[in-house]
Nanobody, 123 residues
Framework: VQLQASGGGLVQAGASLKLSCVASGRIFDIGTMNWYRQALGKQRELVAS???????NTSDSVKGRFTISRDNAKKTVNLQMADLKPEDTAVYYC??????????????????WGRGTLVTVSS
């Protein structure tokens, strides 16, 4: 079971970028999906989250600029980022804190993290 994030890159301030994260493996239920980010020298920060039913929440620092969405059929969560600012520069991680998958002989629930994708916003 893994989460694979993509879509990062180098953009100028004011631009838009879309991150995607796909879950793969023998998944029973993904549950809530989150996007975190970690800037150099700073703690990891929760940016946005979405429940399996589509209820969403975004941090105050990105509210009105970032939108999280998911496609349960495709096991995908997206983060649409608009009006990017240099302070949005960070490695972005997708996370499923309560993902349940088929283990060897039983269902297993685990906190799954994807590898980060770097977003760099130049001024």
């Amino acid at each position: 079971v893994q989460l694979q994030a993509s879509g990062g890159g180098l953009v100028q301030a004011g631009a838009s970028l879309k991150l995607s994260c796909v879950a793969s493996g023998r998944i029973f239920d993904i549950g809530t999906m989150n996007w975190y980010r970690q800037a150099l020298g700073k703690q990891r920060e929760l940016v946005a989250s979405t429940t399996s039913r589509g209820r969403t929440n975004t941090s105050d620092s990105v509210k009105g600029r970032f939108t999280i969405s998911r496609d349960n059929a495709k096991k995908t969560v997206n983060l649409q980022m608009a009006d990017l600012k240099p302070e949005d520069t960070a490695v972005y991680y997708c996370n499923a804190p309560g993902l349940t998958y088929y283990g060897v002989s039983a269902l297993v629930t685990d906190d799954i993290w994807g590898r980060g994708t770097l977003v760099t916003v130049s001024s």
